[in-house]
């Protein structure tokens, strides 16, 4: 019994600690919330993860096409460009394999994905959803962004 006491305590405490990662500056932040339409034959992505207290502690990588976006937080969003016209896989880590979203992303389209902590059997895992315009819009203005390009592990 105390076994399952101890296992409920540090899935808690997992949940809602608090973790960080690097961030970007308060200029390119501002430009980024400034939602302009990406380059010429681009689609735009917002990636983001809202600041609640589920899953605080954790930190969930985050792939498009399967290059490297970021390694996320609560509380931060990515913007990154990828060539339009074309499908995009939008994946994070999760438990025991990634969760994948894909996208018909057209050129000159901006778009909002939000990765979300769920439960899992062991430790959190993660999923992504994309959510509409003035929704992703609305969260974005309320994050900071995080810098670009660093996953603690290789998408599987």
Known sequence: MNK???AIILTAAALTGCSSVPMESKEATAKAREFNAPAEKKAGFYVFRRDTFVGAALKKDVWLNKECVGETAKGVF???EVDGDQAVAVSTESEFSPNTLTVDAKS????FVEQFIKMGAFVGGADVKLVHDEAGKSEIRRLKMAKSGKCSSELK
């Open 108 to 111: 000159g389209n901006l778009y």
């Open 78 to 80: 990515f913007y990154k």
């Open 4 to 6: 399952n006491l101890l």
